[in-house]
């Protein structure tokens, strides 16, 4: 079945660059996500990529695909510290009318 | 746009009670709305997902006579847990897909359950 992983924790200082990287088994997977989730709230979409597309630019946040690898990173330009949360990678196949697969989630911290 | 809200946002019960959490799409339709459960510092995972108008679809492993999922409005889906115990106790996430961009999903902000 499908996997989806992630590094579990990522420190990062305040204006510097943040990466998170996500690695997927479906070679089918058509749409990736990357979702954030604050301390006892649900999971605010954030951005998204289309199999068919390597690059993703939307104000700070850069999303990158390398297929071949079936990789996909997150990268947040002059974190803040209202970015801390945790990022869900996710994936579904076909035209994505299925249910989403979830990576077990990257803690970010942000120190001031 | 594309607001999914969730009731209650917590609830504490007694073992062998039933409670049902509501998952309403409130800006658009949702023909289908997914059902996850999440562990403390865990990931999400999908136990059914919600048709409008016909039965749910269970994952492996989750009974679908424990878990009671309803659509019954393009806008409305509810979850009951019936005869609770502890280990019922966990965070559950609905989230209802775009009728026109179907590829995004956007998710309630959740209902923390505790069973006593």
């Known amino acids: 079945g499908e996997d989806v992983e992630q590094s579990l924790f990522l420190s990062v200082r305040e204006g510097d660059s943040s990466v998170i990287n996500c690695t997927y088994t479906?070679?089918?997977?058509?749409?990736l996500y990357w979702y954030k989730q604050e301390p006892g709230a649900g999971l605010q979409l954030l951005t998204y990529?289309?199999?068919?597309?390597d690059m993703k630019q939307d104000q700070r946040l850069t999303v990158l695909l390398n297929k071949k690898d079936k990789h996909l990173s997150l990268r947040i330009a002059d974190t803040q510290t209202g970015d801390s949360a945790i990022y869900f990678c996710?994936?579904?196949?076909?035209?994505?009318?299925?249910?989403?697969?979830f990576g077990s989630g990257t803690r970010l911290q942000v120190q001031p | 746009g594309a607001v999914v809200s969730q009731h209650p946002s917590w609830v504490i019960c007694k073992s062998g009670t039933s409670v049902k959490i509501e998952c309403r799409s409130l800006?658009?339709?949702?023909?289908?709305m997914f059902w996850y459960r999440q562990f403390p510092k865990q990931s999400l995972m999908l136990m059914a997902t919600?048709?409008?108008?016909?039965?749910?679809?269970?994952e492996q492993g989750v009974e679908k006579d424990k878990f009671l999922i309803n659509h019954a409005s393009l806008t409305l889906s509810t979850l009951t847990v019936t005869s609770a115990h502890p280990e019922d106790s966990s965070f559950y996430i609905c989230?209802?897909?775009?009728?026109?961009?179907?590829?995004?999903?956007?998710f309630g902000p959740g209902t923390r359950l505790t069973v006593t």
């Open positions: 989230s209802a897909r775009g009728q026109v961009r179907t590829y995004e999903q956007y």
């Open positions: 479906d070679s089918s997977s058509t749409y």
């Open positions: 990529i289309f199999s068919n597309m």
């Open positions: 996710a994936e579904t196949p076909d035209t994505g009318r299925r249910a989403l697969t």
């Open positions: 800006d658009f339709q949702a023909t289908t």
């Open positions: 919600s048709n409008e108008g016909s039965k749910a679809t269970y």
